[in-house]
């Protein structure tokens, strides 16, 4: 029969014999930081006062899940692991910094647990945390042993555990011994925590689920997890795949995971986001159904594929510049289909280059007529049934209608520096284009300068050439006057007459991989004939290589 308790307990009835805690593998890595460590800390100072413990009133920790049968002490923890952790290393720096061996004693005893060999029981720390970072936690933080190689897999959540033991040395430190005597009988006597012990699996995911919907502090993709990892029967199947689901996690990064759970929600559901991502997932991608599937079939090359799509591979030349211009955008709803397609067609290079040279006008498309974001969707999802349909480049979806093209024209036609969100991916994506797919180039900074410049200073080559301020107007922020630099603009430099302006201020060797500022170059004057031929040029280049005529 399914059981649950919920008990109110003093941190001495929880770190006692009644409770052995585990952390089960398919719990996230341990994660906080020396800021989370030290919110904690300051909580208990503040709170501990400088009363006796017991003439202070009660500190509320939070609360801890776990599955746990009545009869025994071993508790699996559901939620809770960061903040019991935590606790532990703060007792352990507080027994390294007693005073007396009698005062290591006393506080060992909610480390660990001794054995008696009357009652047939061992030596054993009171929490074990995660199996693949366990020896390191005993060593080095429940039994104190000084150092610590930090070795893989886990390597970032044990800096994390001994950089925060080595936060709370620092703190503990430097406070008297009587203030460090003073802080600990409060923590065991006076501050508390609510167990909730759910007697099955099933139980404590639910509690779980409801409790972190709530807004405790974990993400989706860890709601989702224990909802995918829990439907798993065994207890060796739910280590295996819990061991696949981190190495993807870990291989992503955790931004990049929870994206992509957001991606495969619109990959199934075709539509925006109306509830929350843990509660759409369930509805439409139902992972839970078939687990092992998900993970295997779904998850792991979702996951491979979205790797390649935020890093493409430079040796793929046609698939690496039409990512790299797709980064550009402003926003990411392009990646579904991608993902999709790139799965399913895992092993057809050709087609997958296909596929995104269309889908590279379309995003731009979108992006640079200012299509909503409903908008957007919409037509990302008429991709992604077309993709389902096996026909995705013989149907509608990715094309534009003539309508579409026309305004797409005007827009590159015109005055393309006076949009501030789209004037810089504008830009190179014509350079990109221009270069034939030769030019490498990802800098940090680039910035965008007029050659005819906005306020040409009076008795200038500029007003001669260019006499009237409508002439001046009809050019001054189209494709033609524009050019790319790697470094801040020059307000000075930006006023040059045109032969100082293009050997001094647009000569330096790091714009040279610009083909835009490269082209400028070589021009030996700047007059309005220039402008209308190479006008004509650049947008012949869109055109040709979007198909917009």
């Given at each position: ?421 789209t004037r810089r991916p504008i830009l190179l994506r014509l350079d990109e284009m221009l ?115």
């Amino acid at each position: 029969m399914e059981t649950i308790k919920a008990s109110e307990k003093a941190l001495k009835d929880v770190f006692c014999d009644h409770y052995v805690f585990r952390i089960p593998p398919y719990q996230r890595p341990y994660a906080w930081t020396t800021e989370q460590a030290a919110d904690l800390l300051d909580d208990l100072i503040w709170a501990a006062g400088d009363d006796k413990p017991t003439d202070r009133a009660p500190y509320f920790l939070g609360s801890i899940v776990v599955i746990k049968d009545p009869s025994y002490p071993e508790a699996d923890v559901v939620d809770g692991q960061q903040r019991l952790t935590t606790l532990t290393i703060l007792m352990s720096v507080l027994r390294e910094l007693a005073g007396s061996d009698e005062d290591k004693a006393n506080i060992d005893v909610f480390l660990r647990q001794k054995g008696n060999a009357l009652l047939a029981t061992r030596d054993i720390p009171r929490l074990t945390v995660r199996q693949r970072d366990a020896e390191f936690f005993r060593k080095c933080i429940q039994e104190g042993e000084p150092g610590g190689v930090l070795e893989a897999p886990d390597t970032d959540a044990r800096q994390r555990m001994i950089a925060n033991r080595d936060f709370f040395r620092e703190i503990l430190g430097k406070m008297s011994e009587t203030g460090r005597k003073h802080l600990l009988p409060f923590a065991i006597q006076r501050c508390y925590l609510v167990i909730v012990e759910a007697s099955d699996q099933a139980s404590a995911y639910r509690i779980f689920s409801v409790m972190n919907d709530r807004g405790l502090d974990l993400t989706a993709t860890d709601i989702l997890k224990s909802d995918v990892i829990g439907a798993i029967e065994t207890e060796d199947e739910q280590a295996k795949y819990n061991a696949k689901w981190e190495a993807l996690e870990d291989g992503l990064g955790r931004t990049a995971f929870g994206d992509l759970f957001a991606h495969l929600r619109m990959i199934h559901r075709k539509q925006k986001m109306r509830g929350t991502l843990e509660r759409e997932f369930r509805d439409y991608v139902n992972p839970v159904e078939q687990p092992q599937q998900f993970i295997d079939s779904e998850l792991r090359p979702s996951a491979e594929v979205f790797e390649r799509i935020l890093e493409p591979d430079p040796a793929k030349s046609t698939r690496y510049r039409l990512l790299k211009g797709l980064h550009q955008l402003d926003n990411q709803d392009w990646q579904p289909p991608a993902i999709k397609f790139m799965v399913d067609h895992h092993a057809d290079d050709a087609a997958i280059d296909q596929f995104l040279k269309r889908l590279d006008r379309l995003a731009y498309f979108l992006f640079i007529t200012r299509a909503n974001v409903n908008e957007r969707l919409s037509r990302y999802a008429s991709v992604l049934t077309e993709i389902e349909s096996q026909a995705p480049l013989a149907g509608q979806a990715l094309e534009l209608s003539p309508q579409d093209k026309l305004d797409l024209r005007q827009i590159l036609n015109g005055d393309v520096y006076l949009n501030q969100r789209t004037r810089r991916p504008i830009l190179l994506r014509l350079d990109e284009m221009l270069s034939d797919g030769t030019a490498h180039y990802d800098h940090a900074l680039v910035t965008i300068e007029h050659v005819l410049p906005q306020t040409p200073h009076a008795g200038s080559d500029w007003l001669v050439n260019f006499p009237t301020q409508e002439q001046r107007g009809q050019w001054v922020h189209r494709l033609a006057n524009l050019v790319l630099l790697s470094r801040y603009k020059n307000p000075a430099a930006s006023n040059y007459d045109f032969d100082h302006k293009k050997t001094v201020y647009f000569a330096q060797d790091a714009d040279s991989s610009y083909v835009l500022t490269s082209q400028v170059r070589q021009e030996p004057v700047w007059t309005l004939a220039v402008l209308e031929s190479r006008q004509k040029k650049l947008l012949e280049r869109l055109l040709n290589v979007w198909e917009l005529q």
